[in-house]
């Protein structure tokens, strides 16, 4: 009994990996089964609202891929209706990575308030298709300054910045590289982590048979 319980914790602890998850603004949580729920994977608003100054803020991701299409979105009322503050760009590399200037002051919208509420939703294309989604509801505010955020990238990471038609894309419409998704190479996308699981798995068994 030890022995599948250590088995399944390894197998999903591998399929967590293959997502991504929000660090910084603080994450409404991990539901990792419904990431590809739009628009916040399936969790809904926290009373637990991160405070951020008018201006410049870092947002903090954990890549479990080793290629993603990213894309950073703002709503002020509904995630429903979030528009991008930071457009759809492709990141190659997996672990921490941060993006330590996104910009947002709400004033530009002709919002003089002291505070404002917002959610903050990251989205990255999906796991193979559609979007995998996550939010962070924030509290904007003229005298706060940024507090607890560990921004900082462990890997090389490479960026990659999408022209022509993909720059127009949501990271939910996207693949990696920055063409539209379709029904080929979505079913490539399929086929790479069938591949991916298929070696973790036998892996995982090999370890739990010599045991």
Same mark, same amino acid.
């Given at each position: ?24 603004? +603080? ?43 990213? %894309?950073?979105? +703002? =709503? ?21 990575? $941060?993006?330590? *200037? ?8 002709? +919002?003089?308030? %002291? =505070? ?6 990251? /989205? ?10 996550? $939010?962070?509801?924030? %509290?904007?505010?003229? *005298? ?6 560990? $921004? ?14 993909? %720059? ?8 990696? *590289?920055?063409?539209? /998704? ?5 079913? *490539? ?20 048979? $010599?045991?």
């Amino acid at each position: 009994m030890k022995g599948n319980s250590i088995l399944l914790l390894l197998v999903m602890a591998i399929f967590v990996m293959g997502h991504f998850h929000l660090l910084y603004p +603080i994450s409404r949580g991990d539901n990792v089964d419904k990431m590809n729920t739009f628009p916040c994977g399936g969790l809904s608003e926290s009373t637990n609202r991160t405070k951020l100054p008018y201006g410049n803020f870092p947002v903090s991701v954990r890549l479990g891929h080793s290629s993603s299409a990213m %894309e950073v979105l +703002i =709503s002020l009322d509904y995630p429903e209706d979030a528009f991008p503050i930071i457009s759809t760009f492709g990141v190659k590399g997996q672990g921490q990575f $941060c993006l330590p *200037d996104v910009e947002f002051d709400p004033r530009k919208m002709g +919002i003089d308030k %002291e =505070s404002v509420n917002a959610t903050i939703m990251v /989205q990255t294309n999906g796991d193979p298709d559609g979007g995998l989604y996550a $939010c962070a509801d924030v %509290e904007f505010a003229k *005298d706060t300054k940024v507090m607890g955020a560990d $921004c900082r990238n462990n890997t090389k990471f490479e960026i990659v910045t999408f022209k022509g038609e993909g %720059e127009k894309l949501h990271a939910n419409e996207s693949t990696p *590289d920055g063409y539209k /998704q379709t029904h080929d190479n979505k079913n *490539d996308a399929g086929k790479t982590d069938l591949l991916n699981w298929g070696i973790s798995y036998i892996l995982v068994l090999a370890w739990y048979f $010599c045991m």
